[in-house]
């Protein structure tokens, strides 16, 4: 029976180029010369710290790092940013990147499947959802349909087996 995978992954190697340009950018950039300001990855909670000595530098280096993550192939869409913190010495920034698929949007996932009346069946294996169905037109119906949707991270399609 034909099967196809729903995750949601990002390539650590493509992210820690695109810091490293983003960092690269700033070293150069005329405003930001001597300024301090850097990008921060932690591999571990897949997140990004952005410090620098003021508030709008901040929104700058957003500007910078959607740009770099974009150019890599690195969906933005999978960006969580959190608030400012700001005090007198710097104010920072936490950048979250949300993968795998949690319970919440594997359920949405399911449940939209379900909803569209084709003949394939979707369940939850941990942070994939497999979609099973007879045919192959379904399975590449299924994931034209799931394209067209909006979910809070992007979504790639993978391990598509005969």
């Known amino acids: 029976m034909p099967t196809f995978d729903i995750v949601s992954e990002i390539d650590h190697h493509e992210l820690t180029n695109a810091v490293d ?8 950039r005329f405003d930001f010369k001597d300024s301090g300001a850097v990008f921060e990855l ?7 710290l952005m410090k620098a000595k003021v508030d709008f530098q901040l929104q700058q280096m957003l500007d910078i790092l959607r740009n770099k993550l974009a150019k890599r192939g690195i969906d933005v869409g999978c ?3 959190k608030d400012p913190v700001t005090n007198l010495a710097e ?8 993968h795998g698929i949690d319970q919440e949007c594997g359920k949405k996932i399911v449940k939209l ?3 569209s009346k084709l003949k394939v069946q979707g369940s939850i294996q ?10 192959r037109d379904d ?16 979504l790639q399609f993978e391990n598509f087996r005969d």
């Open 21 to 28: 340009q983003a960092n690269r950018e700033l070293s150069q």
């Open 79 to 81: 960006m969580d940013t």
């Open 139 to 154: 399975l590449q119906t299924a994931i034209t349909l799931l394209k067209k949707q909006e979910f809070d991270r992007p």
């Open 113 to 115: 499947i379900k909803e």
């Open 42 to 48: 932690n591999e571990k909670e897949l997140s990004i």
């Open 126 to 135: 941990g942070d994939k959802v497999r979609i099973t169905g007879k045919q």
């Open 91 to 98: 104010a920072r920034q936490d950048v979250l990147l949300r």
